[in-house]
């Protein structure tokens, strides 16, 4: 069993949302399902680390997650800033069994043990110091982080605990400091994340920064090719 991960998916199967007309995206979805089934087994786990489909309620989801459910793997998704679609968890578990989507599973407020790592997670929020307004929605998104981290602690105490966000907590010369306090405090030595496209792609912070190592894994930044999660014992040598 393997880890892997990826985000922004943007599908857009049943709504009037094409992302092939962006530079980079011409004919992601047929590379999507190709690089997917050739990398990802049924018996991996792939998180999906928000902006999955661009339907705006839950119901309007059936496309796009018929597409999801087909691919190889567990899937464990993920909010996003663009997903308008995401209800409680409870409605959005009752809406995956209803349909038969047994492949896919909500990750929030919760975090799951995949062969051995805790995987934790939430949307985060993008830091922007001149943005106080943004101030509440970053302290909920914390409050959830620290909630992810928590469960993990307390069911799986000595497992690695790894970070998935959809908003990066570092950005060039910016940083969210809350963010990677909470991380530190749960001893995250690895933290994933998207949200970041186009251009943006090669200014994403990426490696080591403070202790902390930092990927960017957005689709058409892994080339819609999902980032296997190299487990600890690989990364130490």
């Known amino acids: 069993m393997a880890l892997f991960t990826i985000s922004d998916l943007h599908l857009s199967l049943g709504h009037d949302k094409p992302m092939d007309i962006f530079k980079g995206w011409e004919g992601y979805l047929d590379r999507l399902r190709e690089n997917w089934s050739n990398t990802v087994t049924t018996e991996d786990t792939v998180v999906v680390a928000g902006d999955i489909s661009w339907a705006m309620k839950l119901e309007n989801c059936d496309e796009d997650f018929a597409f999801i459910h087909a691919l190889p793997g567990r ?3 993920m909010k996003g800033n663009h997903d308008y679609w995401w209800s409680t968890r ?3 578990d009752q809406y995956l069994a209803d349909r ?3 492949t896919l599973e909500i990750l929030f407020n919760n975090s799951f043990l995949v062969d051995g ?3 934790c997670g939430t949307r985060s929020w993008m830091y922007e110091p001149d943005a106080p307004h943004d101030a509440k929605v970053m302290a909920r998104e ?3 982080l620290r909630v992810s981290l928590e469960h993990a602690a307390q069911n799986w105490p000595s497992a690695e605990r790894v970070a998935f966000l959809h908003y990066p907590p570092v950005y060039q010369n910016v940083r969210s400091e809350e963010v ?3 991380l530190k405090e749960y001893a995250v030595v690895r933290c994933y994340y998207g949200h970041l496209h186009g251009v943006s792609i090669y200014s994403a912070v990426q490696g080591m920064v403070d202790g902390i190592d930092y990927r960017l894994v957005s689709a ?5 090719r999902p980032f296997v999660i190299p487990d600890l014992m690989d990364r130490n040598q």
């Open 75 to 77: 899937k464990l998704l």
């Open 220 to 224: 058409d930044a892994l080339k819609f």
């Open 142 to 144: 914390n409050g959830r």
């Open 100 to 102: 038969g989507f047994h």
């Open 117 to 119: 790592t805790a995987v």
């Open 180 to 182: 990677i306090a909470i």
């Open 90 to 92: 409870a409605k959005m």
